[in-house]
């Protein structure tokens, strides 16, 4: 007969636990399962952007949350009364981070006026959301690795079983690239961008050799290794180099720490991990290799004149160095409740000295400039907390994993120093794998009540009630962001049916959505609920469409404010004057494009191998009217400027020809023949007229450099299947 024990934890072997009753552990069990799920579903930014996304997008992003949630739920009402008895460390890394969450929570509610107002909701409330969900995440996990310190190799077992998953799919797809082509190839797998994947990468590859090194019996090694040698090669074929430094700062922190901490290793294993790592690194080595061969070139040609994918590190650096300066002035322009949570792919370009983009290239920086400092210091509060509790932790109790305890440590390190680099925390893929470290660090440190705990029927049923609320408020933005995904995705397939679906959903789906109006054809509430310059413009060209032009030209003019350094906005404007009869406004608008052009908004950007083709037609313009006025030495300076560029734009290899392709989608048919017509109809006539009016003769070599030019636009590739989406 089994003898009763009286000790034991709520998550223990035991099916009860401490007055849990018979689903005590269903909680656990669905968290383990977010655990899995998370790398996989949620590798996408909000927004409908990545409606056609093969993983991820908004509508899987929502399960995730929906799962955190109601594992929570359930371990409020099903699970055991726990209070565990915490260090000052750890207290202090708890309630910093839920500071944090909650100040992003109040940042949402002071933008939005406390819900009166419904500009930017559609962003703020999904992102206030995901900061609610890392807080449930890092109190779930310090929770269940407190009751059971067995818990702590179960939830990395759960987290490393997602990322295999993820690793499985990136190597698929890494193996249908031919093998030349390898070395400029980069892999996402489940993430949207390859250095993301990355971060997620450093923060799991040091918990899998641990749990390579603690595992028992053949079967258990195998598996631990294949996933080792997995995540490592998907790290290699992202062709991140900072993240596969990073990978390794925290594998020697990992093996430092537990030197220090005396923990006995089994040497004969790590060689067996230093072999696996080898081994996928030799066979996934070629994109990495290929980056670290690139950044050498670049620096040998730093020096040099030239506009070649040899410089493209210097400037991917640069454009990241001056998009963290822009973030700086938002977020001090914004001190204490920020621009908005999740707003910073719509007010960003407000304070940009460079071109857009959707993220602030580092989570520190995003953090500040959404929520505010405030958020930003509460945070960083809190994860000093929990690096206090993972130094300070000595032998882990018999039924943890010592080697796991260090592995965490420096799992945290890495993915911190990834996140200089990149905003992991606006991925849940990144965000709950992360809070979940962080939480078995802490759960690690704090010991079960050795006595049933009582808790009140207030504070139960009030942590239930707030989770019920949270979990009906997320299912509710799901539901309204699936069905958004749903109406862009049936604008790309049957686009002359989707204006009465939306308007109908226009007026259900709450939070208001700003594309779900303009999917309905309402642009001005759409320019309502996001006042960018995406959708200023897209009002404008409404306008236009109505021969509005005056009105047209204003809603221009606004999107120009709000986003000054794009070129798409100011051309269209500059047209759209020369319509309403402004041709000196015109001219003016033109003007300014060159400028930016010149300036650094120009010179330094995301991608430079992609030639901005847009200042071709305000040089163009400008040439032609130095003609007017008689100024052929300036027309001709002019045109020669416009031809270059178009000429540099033909020389764009077939690979960045297809991230034109993934830029613009179904427009890029209609831009490439409106530059080859600039560059035929007006670029090089311009030329001619101008050299004539200079008197000079006309060199052979101009006709064959267009017909040269012309030959290497007709060779472009093409899109796969042309998209009938409007623009």
């Given at each position: 007969?089994?003898?009763?024990?009286?000790?034991?934890?709520?998550?223990?072997?035991?099916?009860?636990?401490?007055?849990?009753?018979?689903?005590?552990?269903?909680?656990?069990?669905?968290?383990?399962?977010?655990?899995?799920?998370?790398?996989?579903?949620?590798?996408?930014?909000?927004?409908?952007?990545?409606?056609?996304?093969?993983?991820?997008?908004?509508?899987?992003?929502?399960?995730?949350?929906?799962?955190?949630?109601?594992?929570?739920?359930?371990?409020?009402?099903?699970?055991?009364?726990?209070?565990?008895?915490?260090?000052?460390?750890?207290?202090?890394?708890?309630?910093?981070?839920?500071?944090?969450?909650?100040?992003?929570?109040?940042?949402?509610?002071?933008?939005?006026?406390?819900?009166?107002?419904?500009?930017?909701?559609?962003?703020?409330?999904?992102?206030?959301?995901?900061?609610?969900?890392?807080?449930?995440?890092?109190?779930?996990?310090?929770?269940?690795?407190?009751?059971?310190?067995?818990?702590?190799?179960?939830?990395?077992?759960?987290?490393?079983?997602?990322?295999?998953?993820?690793?499985?799919?990136?190597?698929?797809?890494?193996?249908?690239?031919?093998?030349?082509?390898?070395?400029?190839?980069?892999?996402?797998?489940?993430?949207?961008?390859?250095?993301?994947?990355?971060?997620?990468?450093?923060?799991?590859?040091?918990?899998?050799?641990?749990?390579?090194?603690?595992?028992?019996?053949?079967?258990?090694?195998?598996?631990?290794?294949?996933?080792?040698?997995?995540?490592?090669?998907?790290?290699?074929?992202?062709?991140?180099?900072?993240?596969?430094?990073?990978?390794?700062?925290?594998?020697?922190?990992?093996?430092?720490?537990?030197?220090?901490?005396?923990?006995?290793?089994?040497?004969?294993?790590?060689?067996?991990?230093?072999?696996?790592?080898?081994?996928?690194?030799?066979?996934?080595?070629?994109?990495?290799?290929?980056?670290?061969?690139?950044?050498?070139?670049?620096?040998?040609?730093?020096?040099?004149?030239?506009?070649?994918?040899?410089?493209?590190?210097?400037?991917?650096?640069?454009?990241?160095?001056?998009?963290?300066?822009?973030?700086?002035?938002?977020?001090?322009?914004?001190?204490?409740?920020?621009?908005?949570?999740?707003?910073?792919?719509?007010?960003?370009?407000?304070?940009?000295?460079?071109?857009?983009?959707?993220?602030?290239?580092?989570?520190?920086?995003?953090?500040?400039?959404?929520?505010?400092?405030?958020?930003?210091?509460?945070?960083?509060v809190g994860i000093g907390g929990v690096l206090t509790v993972g130094l300070s932790q000595k032998e882990a109790t018999k039924t943890a994993t010592p080697v796991l305890l260090s592995a965490l440590f420096g799992g945290v390190i890495a993915a911190l120093g990834r996140n200089i680099f990149d905003s992991e925390w606006m991925l849940l893929a990144c965000g709950v794998p992360f809070f979940c470290v962080l939480g078995m660090l802490v759960g690690a440190s704090e010991t079960?009540?050795?006595?049933?705990?009582?808790?009140?029927?207030?504070?139960?049923?009030?942590?239930?009630?707030?989770?019920?609320?949270?979990?009906?408020?997320?299912?509710?933005?799901?539901?309204?962001?699936?069905?958004?995904?749903?109406?862009?995705?049936?604008?790309?397939?049957?686009?002359?049916?989707?204006?009465?679906?939306?308007?109908?959903?226009?007026?259900?789906?709450?939070?208001?959505?700003?594309?779900?109006?303009?999917?309905?054809?309402?642009?001005?509430?759409?320019?309502?609920?996001?006042?960018?310059?995406?959708?200023?413009?897209?009002?404008?060209?409404?306008?236009?469409?109505?021969?509005?032009w005056e009105k047209a030209v204003d809603q221009y003019k606004r999107a120009a404010d709000a986003d000054p350094n794009n070129l798409q906005t100011r051309k269209a404007l500059a047209e759209t004057q020369e319509k309403a009869g402004d041709a000196a406004g015109a001219i003016f608008t033109y003007l300014d494009m060159t400028k930016i052009a010149e300036g650094p908004a120009g010179k330094i950007r995301a991608i430079p191998e992609l030639v901005d083709t847009l200042p071709?037609?305000?040089?163009?313009?400008?040439?032609?009217?130095?003609?007017?006025?008689?100024?052929?030495?300036?027309?001709?300076?002019?045109?020669?400027?416009?031809?270059?560029?178009?000429?540099?734009?033909?020389?764009?290899?077939?690979?960045?020809?297809?991230?034109?392709?993934?830029?613009?989608?179904?427009?890029?048919?209609?831009?490439?023949?409106?530059?080859?017509?600039?560059?035929?109809?007006?670029?090089?006539?311009?030329?001619?007229?101008?050299?004539?009016?200079?008197?000079?003769?006309?060199?052979?070599?101009?006709?064959?450099?267009?017909?040269?030019?012309?030959?290497?636009?007709?060779?472009?590739?093409?899109?796969?299947?042309?998209?009938?989406?409007?623009?």
């Open positions: 007969m089994r003898t009763a024990r009286t000790n034991h934890p709520a998550y223990s072997d035991d099916s009860a636990g401490i007055g849990g009753g018979r689903f005590a552990k269903l909680g656990f069990y669905v968290f383990l399962a977010v655990l899995t799920l998370a790398p996989l579903l949620g590798g996408t930014p909000v927004g409908p952007d990545y409606a056609l996304a093969a993983w991820g997008g908004d509508s899987m992003s929502g399960v995730v949350r929906a799962l955190v949630l109601v594992a929570a739920l359930l371990t409020a009402t099903l699970g055991a009364a726990h209070k565990p008895a915490p260090t000052v460390a750890a207290i202090v890394a708890r309630y910093g981070i839920y500071g944090a969450a909650l100040w992003v929570a109040i940042s949402a509610f002071v933008h939005s006026r406390f819900f009166t107002s419904p500009v930017y909701v559609f962003a703020m409330l999904p992102e206030a959301l995901n900061w609610l969900v890392f807080a449930v995440v890092l109190a779930l996990t310090a929770r269940f690795a407190s009751e059971d310190k067995a818990n702590l190799s179960r939830m990395a077992i759960a987290l490393l079983i997602g990322g295999v998953f993820c690793a499985v799919i990136g190597v698929l797809s890494f193996g249908t690239i031919p093998g030349a082509e390898r070395i400029a190839q980069r892999e996402s797998a489940t993430f949207f961008s390859p250095n993301f994947a990355a971060g997620f990468c450093a923060l799991t590859i040091p918990v899998a050799v641990a749990m390579l090194l603690s595992a028992e019996g053949l079967l258990a090694v195998v598996l631990a290794a294949t996933g080792t040698g997995l995540l490592f090669s998907l790290l290699m074929i992202t062709g991140s180099r900072a993240g596969l430094g990073l990978t390794f700062s925290g594998l020697v922190v990992a093996l430092f720490l537990a030197l220090v901490r005396k923990t006995s290793l089994p040497w004969k294993r790590v060689g067996v991990a230093v072999a696996v790592l080898a081994l996928a690194g030799v066979v996934f080595g070629a994109p990495m290799l290929g980056r670290v061969r690139q950044s050498a070139n670049s620096k040998v040609a730093a020096s040099l004149p030239t506009n070649g994918a040899a410089a493209t590190d210097d400037h991917s650096g640069e454009f990241r160095k001056e998009t963290w300066r822009g973030s700086l002035a938002m977020a001090a322009d914004n001190p204490v409740f920020g621009a908005g949570p999740g707003t910073y792919p719509y007010t960003y370009s407000r304070y940009a000295r460079v071109g857009w983009t959707g993220q602030a290239h580092s989570s520190y920086l995003q953090v500040a400039s959404e929520s505010g400092l405030p958020a930003l210091i509460l945070l960083l079960a009540p050795q006595k049933p705990v009582e808790q009140t029927a207030l504070a139960r049923g009030g942590t239930a009630v707030f989770l019920a609320v949270t979990l009906v408020l997320t299912l509710f933005v799901r539901a309204g962001q699936a069905e958004r995904d749903a109406l862009v995705v049936l604008s790309r397939t049957s686009p002359g049916n989707v204006a009465p679906l939306a308007k109908e959903a226009a007026e259900r789906v709450q939070p208001s959505d700003p594309q779900i109006y303009a999917l309905a054809g309402d642009y001005n509430t759409a320019a309502y609920l996001s006042p960018s310059g995406k959708r200023f413009y897209q009002f404008a060209r409404a306008l236009e469409r109505e021969g509005s071709a037609f305000a040089y163009a313009a400008l040439g032609e009217d130095a003609l007017k006025r008689g100024e052929a030495g300036e027309a001709y300076e002019m045109f020669v400027k416009a031809r270059e560029i178009v000429e540099d734009y033909s020389r764009t290899t077939p690979q960045y020809q297809f991230t034109e392709i993934a830029t613009l989608g179904g427009n890029v048919d209609a831009r490439r023949a409106e530059v080859r017509s600039l560059y035929t109809d007006r670029i090089v006539p311009g030329n001619r007229a101008a050299l004539q009016k200079l008197r000079q003769q006309i060199p052979a070599s101009l006709g064959d450099d267009q017909k040269e030019t012309l030959a290497r636009l007709d060779a472009f590739v093409t899109v796969p299947t042309p998209s009938t989406a409007p623009p």
